[in-house]
């Protein structure tokens, strides 16, 4: 969007705040695409990998690639403009960090997606490591491509020559994630350690209803005749003070009836 | 490949003790296979079941039928595979051990199986333990919280980004199926086990350095390569020449000498700090340790090196030389010593500092060495380096050697050192114990302070350095007539 550089107020500092937030934007829409690609990439290789998996994984990483090009021009543009106020530039820095270290995820798992591609084709299903899952990655990557579903829109019978080009075409783009992290740190010099983030230490718990995936990995822990051992002195203790609260209610209402 | 190695240090990492993954990812292939593999079975939980888990005693029969070995072999097999992360228990997830029962384990999916190129990053596991505090406030252990509080100091520019991603990586995860959730949770769990382990375990990640070429690749035939293969294939054949059961019988000698002396192949009393996190043993083997132990004295009975090289040793047949009166030899071998591994620096004031006390005529600790050695030195001492005083220092060696270390043996000095040395008793230490001196591990003196006080000594020494009667009285003796003049010491 264009920038109006001159120094008319109102207009400047809004079109400025503007750009802020658009970047926010774009940062925070790029960090979740990253980490539903890392969500698919751990299904590679398993027994849920497919056709469809190598799909998704490429939908999401053409996603994840436009947007890193986008900001990419955005945060240059406005980091190597110098009347850049410091609250401003300061912002920018922060989405420059949390930028790069996107692209740095991302690199890894395409490079780590790529090995894997080499390692287990698709022809031999044999080969695939039995993992203990079962469905595949559908619900991450419409979430990845902010789509409310993905249809199963192509065959699952497509020929062996497509997962190779693929593999190509997925080389190219790696080498082009590097082009670009090389291309930024030369242009733009952001000193990290001078970066301050906002957020607190610890994040905070999302949700408080998640107790049933919980449930189901406690199951696993080690001692598992422990915990139930203590609920349930819990449930005696607490039944058997409702005993007592429960007689002498009763007691004194005798008492109240035969007075 | 084209591809580089994803930490963009501009180096290359090779971890050529991890060679052994590529032959544990064949293995795990053919071990995961529906027909011909391990069963599998599937996992009953609360509200689902989840396929492909598979028992311990199923993954030990079919490794001792694949591979033909006997169950412990297999057992040790088995416990390697999920040392390295190829296998996670589903119970008792932190002890990373094949056990021989009905217990279950399961495959780990290929992108957390560890790798040689990619070493692991301390971002995912920030990330990692922020998605686990997401979940649940407060569930981190004590290690990982350290470990969460080191990383948001290191990586605190990050910070920000690393909490987003957390909480992305948590909402994609919600939006997978139940059981899957669950497998993922389990399968990061393990990875994490087994690349960063809790403090106190023995972690099988351990590599050893990082290489800057890769020892597996081939090496090309430059001139170079050819020019080292002719140097190295001279000087084996220069290479003086013994005869095997020489050698072999001087390294059975040397093996039974040390056997008991090794803290690999015998007891190390009180306990082996490496093993049991406790360091009396160090702090009783120090190097200016007063009251020597046992095994340490014994040490100095072997050979007259291991008496020179042990500080202590030096101490004690000081003493005994001084009561012989001729400390001037070991004096004069220790600053020998000091002239070789000196700075280039001080070598002449060194040299002629030694002159003047050792080895001219009338000095006043003059070491007694024969008239050819003598002239060899001092004709040498003109143009004085580092190796002048070579042959020099060797004949009082062997002096040392051939007379006094026999006698010091056979002293009452020796005899009553041996007689204080202590014994210390065998530390018997509970698991809980054990637990506890893992925590509280401290790192030892710094060597900055250990090189002031070795300084020190030195200096003490130098200031009290004796002067010998012997040679005041000879000096009398031969000047006979002439009136004796008192010699001050210095």
Redesign the interface.
């Known amino acids: 969007m264009p920038l109006v550089n001159n120094k008319v107020g109102d207009n400047s500092t809004v079109g400025k705040d503007k750009a802020l937030i658009d970047g926010e934007a774009l940062v925070d829409s790029l960090i979740k695409v990253v980490a539903c690609y890392r969500h698919l990439a751990s299904c590679v290789g398993s027994c849920t990998d497919s056709l469809q998996l190598r799909d998704e994984l490429r939908q999401t990483r053409e996603k994840a690639q436009k947007l890193s090009v986008a900001i990419c021009h955005h945060l240059t543009s406005h980091l190597r403009n110098k009347s850049l106020p410091e609250e401003q530039r300061k912002e920018m820095e922060l989405l420059w960090v949390a930028f790069s270290s996107s692209l740095e995820l991302l690199h890894v798992d395409m490079c780590k997606v790529f090995k894997m591609g080499d390692v287990f084709s698709l022809a031999d299903t044999g080969t695939l490591v039995q993992t203990g899952l079962q469905g595949g990655g559908s619900e991450v990557a419409a979430r990845a491509l902010s789509i409310p579903d993905l249809n199963q829109a192509q065959p699952p019978a497509l020929p062996a020559g497509l997962e190779s080009q693929e593999q190509s075409t997925l080389e190219q783009e790696i080498s082009q994630i590097d082009h670009m992290i090389d291309d930024m740190e030369m242009k733009v010099n952001v000193l990290r350690w001078m970066v301050e983030p906002h957020g607190p230490q610890y994040a905070d718990p999302l949700s408080s209803t998640d107790s049933a995936s919980l449930a189901l990995l406690s199951v696993d822990e080690e001692r598992p005749g422990h915990q139930p051992l203590c609920q349930r002195s819990h449930i005696f203790v607490l039944l058997l003070l409702f005993a007592v609260v429960f007689v002498a209610a009763t007691l004194s209402v005798c008492i109240f009836l035969f007075s | 490949?084209?591809?580089?190695n994803?930490i963009?240090d501009h180096g290359q990492r090779y971890r050529p003790r991890m060679a052994c993954l590529r032959k544990a990812e064949k293995v795990?292939?053919e071990m995961?296979?529906?027909?011909t593999g391990v069963k599998?079975q599937p996992?009953r939980?609360?509200?689902?079941t989840?396929?492909?888990?598979i028992t311990g005693e199923d993954i030990i029969a079919w490794l001792a039928g694949r591979f033909q070995i006997d169950t412990q072999e297999a057992r040790s097999f088995g416990s390697m595979l999920v040392a390295l992360g190829y296998i996670y228990p589903?119970?008792?997830?932190?002890r990373l051990v094949i056990k021989p029962d009905a217990s279950l384990y399961?495959?780990?999916?290929?992108?957390?199986w560890p790798?040689q190129q990619?070493p692991v990053?301390d971002?995912?596991y920030a990330i990692y333990l922020?998605k686990r505090?997401?979940?649940?406030?407060g569930i981190l252990e004590l290690h990982e919280q350290e470990q969460y509080?080191r990383l948001?100091k290191w990586m605190?520019?990050?910070?920000?980004?690393?909490?987003?991603?957390?909480?992305?990586?948590?909402?994609?995860?919600k939006?997978?199926?139940?059981?899957?959730?669950?497998?993922?949770?389990?399968?990061e769990r393990a990875y994490w086990v087994v690349h960063r382990p809790p403090p106190g375990t023995v972690s099988a990640m351990d590599y050893g350095l990082e290489r800057r070429i890769d020892p597996n690749a081939d090496e090309t035939q430059t001139p170079d390569f050819y020019e080292r293969i002719m140097i190295f294939t001279q000087q084996s054949i220069m290479r003086p020449r013994v005869k095997s059961s020489v050698s072999i019988g001087a390294l059975v000698k040397y093996c039974t000498t040390y056997y008991s002396h090794d803290p690999f192949l015998s007891k190390c009393l009180p306990s082996n700090p490496w093993l049991t996190d406790d360091v009396t043993f160090w702090t009783l083997n120090r190097l200016n340790a007063e009251v020597p132990s046992k095994m340490r004295v014994e040490r100095w009975t072997f050979s007259f090196g291991e008496l020179l090289s042990d500080p202590r040793g030096r101490d004690d047949f000081r003493l005994f030389l001084k009561k012989e009166f001729s400390s001037e030899n070991l004096a004069f071998w220790e600053s020998c010593e000091d002239l070789k591994w000196g700075t280039a620096a001080t070598m002449r004031g060194k040299a002629e500092q030694i002159y003047k006390t050792f080895l001219a005529r009338g000095a006043p600790r003059w070491i007694n060495i024969d008239g050819k050695t003598m002239e060899i030195t001092v004709s040498g001492l003109r143009h004085p380096h580092r190796y002048v005083l070579d042959a020099a220092q060797t004949h009082i060696y062997m002096l040392m050697k051939k007379d006094k270390y026999g006698r010091y043996i056979k002293s009452p000095v020796f005899k009553d050192t041996m007689k204080k040395a202590i014994c210390p008793e065998e530390h018997k230490f509970s698991d809980a114990q054990l637990e506890q001196n893992a925590k509280n591990r401290r790192p030892s003196l710094s060597p900055i302070i250990l090189r002031q006080q070795e300084l020190e000594q030195r200096a003490r020494m130098a200031a009290n350095a004796p002067v010998d009667i012997t040679q005041v009285m000879s000096k009398l003796s031969q000047q006979g007539k002439e009136a004796p003049q008192r010699r001050t010491s210095r």
Do not use: G
Not at chain 2, 90 to 94: A, E, G, S
Not at chain 2, 106 to 112: A, G
């Open positions: 490949m084209t591809i580089r994803a963009r795990l292939l995961q296979d529906p027909r599998s996992q939980l609360v509200i689902t989840i396929p492909h888990a589903l119970q008792d997830h932190k399961r495959f780990q999916t290929p992108y957390f790798t990619w990053e971002t995912d922020a505090n997401i979940r649940k406030k509080n948001h605190n520019h990050k910070w920000d980004f690393i909490v987003m991603q957390a909480k992305e990586q948590y909402r994609a995860a939006e997978r199926k139940k059981p899957d959730r669950v497998v993922f949770e389990c399968q």
